[in-house]
T-cell receptor, first 112, second 114 residues
Framework: DADVTQTPRNRITKTGKRIMLECSQT?????MYWYRQDPGLGLRLIYY???????NKGEISDGYSVSRQAQAKFSLSLESAIPNQTALYFC???????????FGSGTRLTVV | EDQVTQSPEALRLQEGESSSLNCSYT??????LFWYRQDPGKGPEFLFT???AGEEKEKERLKATLTKKESFLHITAPKPEDSATYLC???????????????FGQGTTLQVKP
């Protein structure tokens, strides 16, 4: 099994719908992240969490929310999806030093 | 503002043709510079971490070097299986460095033809 598992792998949704992307990890890391990848823009940080009670906004958090249900689970929600949220989404974990990063395989989201 | 720029955006090589990828960065105190490999439909896979100018690391046909302003990923005698997108990222010391946040470049897509 993968260290960081994202579900679903692919999703097509309609504008205005609420959608949740899920991430679970077996690394035992406290730190978890959600990044978004767009062609030509690299990966950008949406939200990050140091532990269940510590959640922080990244550089592009507008239109997104997150939930850290347990140390191993970190979910990303789009409250009302819009087409410019079409992208590849990655969950990642890191050790306390923030050095040992592990990425999931990504969720390809298309908003039509 | 912390920033990472990679060049070229795309690179086509013949098998065995060595070359280098560039990563230029501006950051308010470098905590670490990272290289990742990303295959289509997959997440980034860790290659190297460099911490200080002058540092070098090698793995098979890849060698990463670091100066105060840029990093190079040298590919020696590449093979078709080296085809991928290579991502560079920096982690700043100080406030943002405490988050573990990575600032990514846009990547270089490498294609190696047999």
């Amino acid at each position: 099994d993968a260290d960081v598992t994202q579900t679903p792998r692919n999703r097509i949704t309609k504008t205005g719908k609420r959608i949740m992307l899920e991430c679970s990890q077996t690394k035992g890391h406290d730190r978890m992240y959600w990044y978004r990848q767009d062609p030509g823009l690299g990966l950008r940080l949406i939200y990050y969490s140091f532990d269940v009670k510590d959640i922080n906004k990244g550089e592009i958090s507008d239109g997104y929310s997150v939930s850290r249900q347990a140390q191993a689970k970190f979910s990303l929600s789009l409250e009302s999806a819009i087409p410019n949220q079409t992208a590849l989404y990655f969950c990642a974990t890191s050790d306390l030093g923030g050095i040992g990063y592990t990425f999931g395989s990504g969720t390809r989201l298309t908003v039509v | 503002e912390d920033q990472v720029t990679q060049s070229p955006e795309a690179l086509r090589l013949q098998e065995g043709e060595s070359s280098s990828l560039n990563c230029s960065y501006t950051v308010s105190g470098l905590r670490g510079l990272f290289w990742y490999r990303q295959d289509p439909g997959k997440g980034p896979e860790f290659l190297f971490t460099l911490y200080s100018a002058g540092e070098e690391k090698e793995k098979e046909r890849l060698k990463a070097t670091l100066t105060k302003k840029e990093s190079f990923l040298h590919i020696t005698a590449p093979k078709p299986e080296d085809s991928a997108t290579y991502l560079c990222a920096v982690q700043a010391s100080g406030g943002s460095g405490n988050t573990g946040k990575l600032i990514f470049g846009q990547g270089t897509t490498l294609q190696v033809k047999p």
